[in-house]
């Protein structure tokens, strides 16, 4: 029974490497979304045009609304701090708003339009 247990484990774990594996992290990462960045993309998915915004040119705890007209429906938090999208384009906390733990987090469709972000000191 040993032998039979070990030999499924070995035919699954072969199977699995056999299988393409794209989680919507690894997704985001072969889209360009470094470590240290907030990437923030126009359309669900990590897909269509994307902004970078990196902690060198961004105000720590300041609204950093995007440009007039312009919206992200998934993004990619790799800054290490925690940063709060918001719906409202000057970061009113009268619409939606969420806010993303740094380091690693990956949002492929946000629940809203993303009109403004802030970055915050951890």
Known sequence: MRASLTTSALVMV?????????SPAAAAQQGGCAAGELCLWERADHSG?????ELSSTAIES???????????S???RTGRPVTTYQSADCAETGEFDTYPGGGTWVPRSPYQVRAFKIWEN
């Open 75 to 77: 993004l990619a938090n």
């Open 63 to 73: 609204c950093e609304p995007l440009p007039k007209g312009s919206k992200a429906l």
């Open 49 to 53: 045009a994307r902004s970078v915004h």
């Open 14 to 22: 072969a199977a699995a490497a056999l299988l393409p594996a794209v």
